[in-house]
């Protein structure tokens, strides 16, 4: 196949100066290097058929503008764009053949030109792969050589250098858990301040750098230093002098960033490529292998290193160990010889030899010699010698030898000649006899005293005594002078022994006597300890189980219910009715007398297994076990109350007394006993609220009181180390004028759940608690700050003080110091006491008033008419006010009608105005009472007409008349 074209009529008619060219631009379109040149040269080639053409490429075919013609090319494989030739002569298509064949040249060099560029592609990247894969190679073999991690690391710089230009190159290693960097190798054409690759800086050094931004993002940075900071967030912070191109990559663990490998140009003509970021973090991970496999290998060395030095070292401890075991081994048997010695010689003088025997397997002893202290102690013998040249040894007196030294001193010598001579020159020692060259002397000690000497001698230079075999003799002395002492005390030990056999007949004859004596006490102690054990868990006076004991019993039947739920038992708690009545009028031993009569009627009316227990005074309690339903536990409390109606026959008294009866049933929610006591007691008060004379059975409604008075003394104790109570104030007026005269101080609590609480849903409790007395000085002293702003120095204010406060003495003058305090005028306050309060002390009730009265603060007697109503309190006590209860002006009539109330209260008014008294009426609510009151001539009143009790706040700067 050809594309040779067939000559046109155009061409064969071209002169031979125009053919020359064409075969010139065929022949470079065929040699053309690159799509550009195929262009110009088909340009060419066209030019020379039609002038003013135009070769160029585009994407798509371009629209073609009038007469012009428009052909096609080719296509290039290599940018996807297309060849158009554009002529604007209109008669073109003559030329088409022509053009179709160029245009087959054209993109048959194209494609040639696209294999070429993929074929030289492809060559490039194999061999950029066999140097990666040589780099690899070298990698792999760096961290099984044997060279240092120093040349390792200078050898992964040569890599690198091999892949790209690596001229100024570091590796820095990072630990995540501590936050620190190492940089272990770090070369640098212009930085003169490396890192010293020892030095481990916390990562806080580098914070901000283009190192730190590569170890904390895990991700590669590229381009200019200044570029770099510039893009990255925080503050720029430059280590080392700027680089025109820098590329840092991490290095993994996994997940963790373990290290970056960096390398950095200072030339402007050397950039990094993406292509070169790719592959440095590829060589990175491989690194990073080879680094913790040359890491691991070292650490395997220097553990081998470690291993085989401490193993060296326990070899030969080991060795000194087996020779001190072998020399303990043989002073071991030596002793043990000395011991058996002590015990089966038949003499002293075979003991001794034997023991000379046993020593001179230890150590040199061919002279050798044994000396004692006589009896007197002022002699000293030798009881067995041997020796080269002294024959024997006669007792001396005791002098100044080398044996007397040792027995004064009571420590062992070592001494050679001439330190034996030294001794004599100093008149330490005065020696005779043979004189040796090494000497080695120990004392035998027993009862912590020096008693003999043993000692060994050598007069042969070949053998010397060393400091190791002064304490060898030295330790074996000490279980030679035991033997030795073992050896002279058999003797005593035999005739102590026989002494002390008749002793021991003696003592065991005393001993069967003490034995008897001592078994009866010890009966008498049993039964002394029997009756204590019975009278801790019984009541003495009535013989009954005491709490204690009940409390066992309730224990166990507790348990017993959990295991078997369907068991039930009952806890009857029980009370007799006025039994301090009782107490009180025949006295205690008939009080006492019935209580013992009680307990025995309520242990008839119930079984044998049953508890019947006295808790104190009289109160009683039961134990019911095995009952199938509440409704059983009722009917024995019932049957109880029966019986204890029956009258009691005391002496010559016949005596009446009834019961309330408290009743609980175990459930799941009951852990301990004394709960379950706990909750009779509360039944039990229930029935004696009921009437007494009756049973109650402890139930939910009961719990929930229960819970909610527990939670109401809590919140009462919190309010008070808050400051919820506040004095609310109610106006008292003039009932002529509507002017107000004064206020009452009422108590309020802000409870923070519950809202305003008034004194009537608190107050029993804070009495019974004894939080009332502190509650009411929290109302005193807030009432005393003010005091002056509610009443201009012109009225007063009432405030209540329960009988309680009376108890304190002091009373009076603490009123009088918190009004000094606040600067408060004494006729501004108004106390206000019930007739019940003067009951209870009237002696220094009545002080405590009269102090109040002297120093100008009122006296109101409050509730009058509903209490005793006793005369006596107006002229006895200092009382300058009366004030009507509600309950009296309540039931006042209209007008025109006459009530009992209207008497009462008319009375009262007529008492107080002969005794010059005030009267207040509390509780005024209709016009229609004040009118009656007015009429009456009552001339003060409080109460829902004029105003509710309501917070200072609201009555500072109010006018001092109200509108009725």
Known sequence: MTIAPSQ??????????????????????????????????????ARCLLPGVEVSWHETAPA?????????????????????????????????????????????????????ANLYEAISRLALAERLQRALYAIAEQAGAEHNMRDMMTALHDIVGSLMYAENFFIVLYDAQSRTVRFPYFVDSVDDDPPDPETIRPIEDIENS?????????????????????????????????????????????????????????????????????LLTYVAQHVQTALERRQAHEELERRVTTRTAALREANRVLRQQVLQRQRGERLQAALFRIAELANTS???????????????????????????LSEDQGKLTFPYSVDELDGAREPRELGRGLTEYVLRNGKALLADR???????????????????????????????????????????????????????LTFVSYHIANALQRKYTTESLKQAYASLERRVTERTRALALANRDLREQIAERERVERRLKYETLHDSLTGLPNRTLLLQRLEQALNHYRENPGELFAVLFIDLDRFKVINDSVGHLVGDDLLFQVGGRVRACLKTRDVVARLGGDEFAVLVEGITDPQAATHIAERIIAQLQTPFRLGAKEIFTSASIGIALPTPDYTRPEELLRDADSAMYRAKDEGRHRAAVFDDRLRREALSLLELEGDLRRALTRNEFVPFYQPIVDLETSRVVGYKALLRWRHPERGLLPPGEFLAVAEDTGCAEAIDWQIFQQVAKQTRALTRDEGFISI????????SPDLDQRLLDLLAQHKVPARCIRVEVTERALLENPAQVKRILENLRAHGVGIALDDFGTGYSSLSYLHQYPIETLKIDRSFVTELPAEDNEAHSTAVVRAIQALANSLRMHVIAEGI?????????????????????FAQPAPASKWLGAPLSLDI
């Not at 000497?453 to 230079?461: D, E, G, I, K, T």
């Not at 229609?928 to 009429?935: D, E, G, I, N, Y």
Request: aromatic share 8%; proline share 5%; glycine share 10%.
């Open 925 to 945: 609510e209709t016009e229609t009472q004040m009118k009656v009151l007015r009429r009456i001539g009552c001339r003060f009143g409080q109460g829902f007409l």
């Open 346 to 372: 038949d003499s002293i003088e075979n003991f001794y030899a034997a023991v000379h025997r046993v020593i001179g397997g230890l150590l040199y002893a061919r002279n050798f010699y044994i000396a004692l």
């Open 8 to 45: 046109s009529h155009a061409l064969q008619t071209a002169g031979s100066g125009e053919v020359e060219p064409l075969h010139d631009a065929v022949e470079r379109l065929l040699r053309a290097a690159d799509a550009e040149v195929v262009r110009s040269e088909c340009e060419a080639f």
């Open 800 to 807: 209540n003080v329960s009988g309680s406060h009376f108890r």
């Open 64 to 116: 073609a503008t009038a007469g012009e013609s428009l052909f096609e090319l080719g296509n290039d494989p290599q940018t996807g764009l297309a060849l158009f030739l554009a002529t604007p002569e209109p008669d073109g298509a003559t030329w088409a053949d022509m053009i179709g064949w160029l245009g087959r040249l054209a993109g048959a060099r194209l494609r040639q030109l696209a294999e070429t």
């Open 418 to 472: 001439a330190e034996i001579d030294r001794l004599n020159r100093d008149q330490v020692l005065s020696t005779t006899g043979a004189r040796s060259l090494h000497w080695l002397g120990v004392p035998l000690i027993w009862n912590e005293k020096s008693m003999g000497v043993l000692a060994v001698q050598s007069y042969s230079p070949e053998h010397t005594y060393s400091a190791r075999d002064q304490e060898l």
């Open 210 to 278: 283009l190192t730190w931004h590569v170890l904390q993002s895990g991700r590669p940075l590229m381009g200019a230093s200044a570029d770099l900071e510039k893009e990255l967030p925080g503050p720029s912070v430059s280590i080392g002098p700027p680089s025109d191109d820098w590329l840092g990559v991490p290095m993994k663990h996994g997940e963790e960033v373990v290290g970056a490998l960096v390398v950095q140009s200072y030339r402007d003509d050397t950039r990094y490529t993406p292509n070169d970021r790719e």
